[in-house]
């Protein structure tokens, strides 16, 4: 079982940058692929970024890639999206997720069968 909680969302000028931390709960988080989703209202849920369980590999979404880069630490059981150059269309609740799979990230649709979510943290960019 792994708990997942968001933080560093916020409200920041296009151009801007924002950090967000989720923290994981459970002894075996550094088994765990983490990876990022977003919603914004009236949408589906898509991917962001993700992250192997070594950290040794990442994935990024074509919007993002360029500007948000995902890196983990898996002694402090978190994992990170560090958001620059953000644009009024990355506003969104984003939400933390965890998985075995690495490839379950990219290929399921909306994030479905990603096995645990965090409850989400909003970003807002101000054009």
């Known amino acids: 079982q792994v708990q997942l909680v968001e933080s560093g969302g916020g409200l920041v000028q296009a151009g801007g940058s924002l950090r967000l931390s989720c923290a994981a709960s459970?002894?075996?988080?550094?088994?765990?692929?983490m990876g990022w989703f977003r919603q914004a209202p009236g949408k589906e849920r898509e991917f962001v970024a993700a992250i192997s369980w070594t950290g040794g590999t990442t994935r990024y979404a074509d919007s993002v890639k360029g500007r948000f880069t995902i890196s983990r630490d898996n002694a402090k059981n978190t994992v990170y999206l560090q958001m620059n150059s953000l644009k009024p269309e990355d506003t969104s609740v984003y939400y933390c997720?965890?998985?075995?799979?690495?490839?379950?990230?990219?290929?399921?649709?909306?994030?479905?069968?990603?096995?645990?979510w965090g409850q989400g943290t909003q970003v807002t960019v101000s054009s």
């Open positions: 997720a965890a998985d075995l799979s690495l490839v379950v990230f990219t290929t399921a649709l909306s994030g479905k069968g990603v096995d645990y």
């Open positions: 459970g002894r075996t988080f550094g088994s765990y692929a």
